[in-house]
């Protein structure tokens, strides 16, 4: 929930508000077309476009025109008109910019002037939080299997609320710009630890269903940026505020436990037993799991292993050129990739683009988020009933299909429009849900966390695009829409082409990974001796069946 608070925040705090260039001296009457007001802020409610301009006159009886980025004096001042055939002196926005505060008394974008020729700095703000999750799931990933998720979840989450503080009183852009990367870096280390907790504690059966609650928390966390961005207008009370919403759960944090697969993976072994026994006493099982028996069973497996004909391969490095080795899996791999990409873009696009439906942007901030709460709902029922393939290919299709249909509807169909995006919402959410377990279905054990890594990481390349996807809109307004619709069509048509992997056993080997596809051809030199039995099982939740996602 917490991350989903930050993911979002910049939605409200870097609005740009209607604005004009600022004067330069006392106003004694304002005209915008035939409405004659005292003041500026009486002309707000009037603006519809921005290519209009308000015409002042000052108290010296100078009469300037002020448009959004520059602002030009009549040489020759007649009496008070709008319209004006003279000649003009046009000057810069020297003297600053008026803004409309009637929804927002201070944004970002106000505080630092971010407008006209410094327009592209505001437009920097989500694009460089998303790198920053990039860089921080990548880092704290590393982290947390080299000194285990606790410790990494400790600190992310205090981080995240003192960075989340910070960013409230920051003293110009750039500083405001790097402790919101510190931010990001951060949160995306929390978010993908926290997956990884998850799985590490919950058993296979429900493994499906708790990675559902997670992303359904990080929706409702969604829904919090837009109830706190309707209470709150200023922007760095706004930002305290969501960051104190986060405080709990920095408080949670550190009474969580290690997870026990890593601690049997520093052979750490008492430490393994002692939660292992905390376990057995919450769930009232009076045979506890002894940390000896499954150490046997592994020490069983690997010298069984050592002792096969390929015991070079079983102890072989794998990178991502196994991904490729190939036809048939090198285009699973592609269209795995492409899915995730189109997921992740798809589901911030129709995020960030919520509050421009029209209508009133904090309900619709508040519905995207609402509808995630019943999809992946439908996402783990039409996974275990109709199949991973023929869940994922009818939601990515009707994604693309929902995204043409909203380019068909009337800009002043305003209800139908924000009903449309939340089916496009809806219908990506269920793609973008199952995909992480999918991926790690269709891969064997030997590169299972390479090709779920591999597919996160095309998933914030998606979520890095989808703020500048959305600028687009100055562009053509449909263009967005554009681009998801054809990546979701183009993922779903691909789709088709995947194994169905529902009550299918996990693949080992790269060759059982391609006889999935229905080839026989092998991967030569690639692929370690099957293991079989409980043993390999047993290996597998110790750490290769471990995967992770995030948003």
Not at 17 to 29: A, E, K, M, T
Not at 118 to 124: D, Q
Request: neutral net charge.
């Amino acid at each position: 929930m917490s991350c989903g608070i930050h993911y979002l925040a910049s939605v409200f705090m870097a609005v740009a508000p209607n604005f004009v260039c600022g004067i330069p001296g006392n106003v004694s009457s304002v005209l915008f077309y035939n409405s004659s007001e005292s003041t500026i802020e009486d002309i707000w409610t009037l603006w519809t476009s921005t290519e209009n301009y308000i015409v002042v006159q000052l108290e010296n009886g100078e009469i300037w025109e002020l448009n959004q980025c520059s602002r030009s004096k009549r040489e020759v001042s007649l009496d008070l008109a709008y319209e004006y055939k003279g000649n003009k002196s046009i000057f810069s926005c020297s003297d600053g910019f008026l803004y409309d505060d009637t929804k927002w008394k201070s944004t970002v974008v106000t505080q630092w002037d971010l407008v006209c020729d410094r327009e592209w700095l505001a437009k920097l703000i989500q694009p460089t939080f998303m790198l920053g999750v990039l860089i921080g799931a990548v880092i704290f990933g590393d982290i947390a299997d080299r000194l285990g998720r606790q410790r990494v979840i400790w600190f992310t989450s205090a981080g995240q609320f003192v960075f989340g503080i910070a960013v409230a009183f920051t003293f110009d852009y750039y500083s405001f710009m790097i402790v919101r990367f510190l931010l990001a870096m951060v949160s995306s280390g929390y978010l993908v630890v926290a997956f990884v907790y998850v799985t590490e504690f919950v058993g296979i059966k429900a493994r499906t269903w708790a990675s559902m609650h997670v992303h359904a928390f990080f929706a409702m966390g969604i829904m919090v940026v837009a109830l706190v961005g309707f209470l709150v207008r200023t922007w760095w009370v706004y930002q305290i505020f969501l960051s104190i919403a986060t405080l709990p759960f920095v408080l949670c944090c550190w009474m969580l436990p290690e997870t026990p697969f890593w601690l049997l993976s520093e052979e750490r072994y008492e430490d393994a037993q002692k939660v292992i026994n905390i376990m057995a006493r919450w769930n009232k099982v009076s045979t506890p799991c002894k940390v000896f028996e499954l150490r046997s069973v592994q020490q069983d497996d690997l010298v069984s292993g050592r002792t096969s004909d390929n015991d070079m391969s079983s102890t072989k490095k794998h990178n991502i050129l196994d991904l490729f080795c190939n036809w048939h899996i090198a285009r699973r791999t592609i269209t795995v990739w492409l899915i995730w990409f189109t997921g992740s873009l798809g589901y911030y696009v129709f995020s960030l683009s919520s509050v421009s439906l029209g209508g009133n942007e904090y309900l619709n901030l508040f519905l995207i988020g609402a509808v995630e709460l019943p999809c992946y709902i439908i996402a783990c029922i039409g996974m275990d009933k109709l199949g991973r393939r023929n869940t994922l290919i009818p939601f990515l299709i009707l994604s693309a299909l929902i995204c043409v249909l909203i380019m068909f509807i009337p800009q002043d169909f305003n209800t139908l429009i924000i009903l449309a995006n939340m089916a496009g919402k809806f219908s990506i959410g269920v793609a973008f849900g199952l995909i992480y377990l999918y991926t790690a279905e269709l891969y064997p054990t030997i590169v299972r966390s390479l090709a779920v890594g591999s597919g996160s990481m095309m998933c914030r390349a998606g979520s890095v695009v989808a703020p500048f996807c959305v600028y687009l809109r100055s562009v053509w307004i449909f263009m967005p829409l554009l681009l998801v619709g054809i990546m979701a069509l183009l993922s779903g048509i691909l789709t088709i082409m995947l194994p169905e992997t529902l009550g299918k056993p996990l693949t080992n080997t790269l060759v059982e990974a391609t006889e999935m596809g229905r080839n026989k051809k092998s991967c030569s030199g690639k692929t370690p001796p099957a293991h079989s039995g409980v043993a390999l099982e047993k290996i597998e939740m110790f750490g290769q069946e471990t995967v992770s996602t995030e948003k």
